[in-house]
């Protein structure tokens, strides 16, 4: 039995594509040929499925098995952050939640109130939220795969939450799944699960927030493995403590504010800087660029652009940027700017005049970090009144040049037991579209 190409974005390959080859999405998935295949349950509910000519079973929908497939050409690219970015805004357009608005969202689960709920009822939920959205004034997921959409989102959600398959899942697991990965802006998102994190009176606990993180960081988890230890991996007290340090927070209050909390992660912690890159992916997708590409001569440049601040007239497109072409050491990466929409001839003019300033001094200027580094937070002083600040003094290109070299690096962990040694990461992002 064979499966089709499912669809991924034209950005998201490393390379462009064979003209030849056809990578059509959900609709022609679902009309193909699917023979052989039956979707069973367990006791508990958990859907499985089995293939009666191969004789075999999987967790999986083979349509999203194919899917995970296709994803692994992603892994080219060289740049944790853009890397993660890329495979979920994949996913959030193959499974349709592209188009279910969070209102949806909100609805359906405001009348759960468990903490706990089975999968036959988590499948009931999801499946609602796409009928609700498809029925109601919001736009929505074509009638004809709204069942579809939905049993493939789940299947998502249960490898990302319940990957040992309990028959068990957190609501607010299911809440933040679903939130992420539906349309609403970067800042509506945040706002919806401070309030259904928080206290009821404007703020949010150590605890709460601790648990916010941990369901967040299980998603990169799913989706580049090993290499999402880059964004704290499962140890959040680091990442916790980077939100009270930032508040600046007295040591024996256990809580921040909604403007704290908020502020936080507008701020970009590292470890959810791939949720607002998805976010700049998706405003750039079918942004032209009046430029040419200096690697692979591709006019105009679509999706990201990213000019060099080190050399004049030098700009790449984002499949050549994400591979590392057109840079002698992938470090130098941290001399290019990410443009997610066209410059203004302002925009142009102060450009040329940072080229000319680093082609003229020998020693560049440090730029503020773009967002908060794990490991930037100074701990020393936890016992005083307020928290520490932030110590680094390394642009946001450099720290994003050292959580992908130590994402590469704890690829190698498998094969060998050294410590992994952080160097460098990826561009500045341009501060206009934070």
Known sequence: MEFPY?????????????????????EESENSDMDGWERAETNTGIPYYINNVEKKTQWDHPLLKQLIKELEDLDRIRFIAYKTAMK????QKFVRMSLVKLRAVKEILSTVDRDTIDVRDAHDLVSRVYHLDKDGTWGGVDDTHVDLCAELMLNWLLNVYDHGRTGKIRTQSLRVGLTLLSQATLNDKYLYLFLEHGDGK????RESVAHLMLDMLLIPRQLVKAESQAFGGSNVEPIVQSCFDYARVKAEIGHVTYNQFISWLLAEPQAIVWLPTMHRLSAAESVKHDVKCNECKSYPIVGFRFRSMKHLNLDLCQNCFFSGCGMKNIANARYFQEYCVPTSSGEDVKDFARVLRNKLTKKHRTQKPKFIPIAAVDHSDRSGGSAATPVSTKSSSEVHSEINDLSLRLRELEETPRAPRPEGWGPRRDAKYE
């Open 6 to 26: 499912l669809h991924i974005p034209r950005e998201s390959t490393i390379r462009k594509p064979p003209a030849t080859r056809r990578m059509p999405g959900i």
């Open 88 to 91: 979920l805004r994949a996913v």
């Open 202 to 205: 404007g703020r949010i606990s």
